[in-house]
Every structure is written in structure tokens, then in C-alpha cells.
Nanobody, 123 residues
């Protein structure tokens, strides 16, 4: 029902910024909660933040004040703006869709996942 494709990853210097996009298709996309996760090599998938269908957001403590999630429902796109990036935040970043309208921090609660986009932060 929903397909997600992330883009915008790349190589940035520590302290730099990057904006990731998640293009979605689906009839009920605007009512889905959307989450961002990341997974570094040898690490478990980590919650970054989410946005509800009404636009309320929540973030992991580690990224509060630096990352911003937004959604542009008319374009079926969710964004993750990342500022002041740190080398330890090098990871594959994934977007995910929850068929419920509210947010969720547990990855197993999400119904659909994108393929991920690599973000590398150099030191």
C-alpha cells in the first residue's frame, strides 16, 4: 500500500548539514505517522524522530535541537533536516511509515520501510 524511497544522503564534514527526503506513495499517506531511523555498522537500528499525520514531532534526545522533521503532504514527501552533524552519526538512514496516525519510536511498530540512504560524516 505504501512505498518509500529515501534520498539526499552523502558525505559531509563534521558540523555540516544535510537534508534527507523520503518520497512516499500511498492513498492514505497523509494520515500515516512517519519515522526516521538510522543504523550504523554493527549497531542496532536507532530511533531518530517521528512526525504524526497532523505534523507533531518527537525526537531522540541525541538529536534534539539539531534535527528537524517536516512533511509536505501535497508532494508525499517527508524530510529530515540534519544540522551540526557528528562523525558518530554516520549511518544508513531509513524512513518508515506507520499505518496509525500517531507517532511511534519502536521500529517493529512500523509497517513500511524505505531502502535507506547512506550518510557519512567525516572528522
Amino acid at each position: 500500500q505504501v512505498q518509500l524511497v529515501e534520498s539526499g544522503g552523502g558525505l559531509v564534514q563534521a558540523g555540516g548539514s544535510l537534508r534527507l527526503s523520503c518520497a512516499a506513495s500511498g492513498r492514505t499517506f497523509s494520515r500515516y505517522g512517519m519515522g526516521w531511523f538510522r543504523q550504523a555498522p554493527g549497531k542496532e537500528r536507532e530511533f531518530v524522530g517521528y512526525i504524526t499525520w497532523t505534523g507533531r514531532t518527537s525526537y531522540a534526545d541525541s538529536v534534539k535541537g539539531r534535527f528537524t522533521i517536516s512533511r509536505e503532504n501535497a508532494k508525499n514527501t517527508v524530510y529530515l533536516q540534519m544540522n551540526s552533524l557528528k562523525p558518530e552519526e554516520t549511518a544508513v538512514y531509513y524512513c518508515a511509515a506507520d499505518s496509525r496516525p500517531f507517532g511511534e519510536s519502536l521500529p517493529q511498530k512500523y509497517d513500511y520501510w524505505g531502502q535507506g540512504t547512506q550518510v557519512t560524516v567525516s572528522s
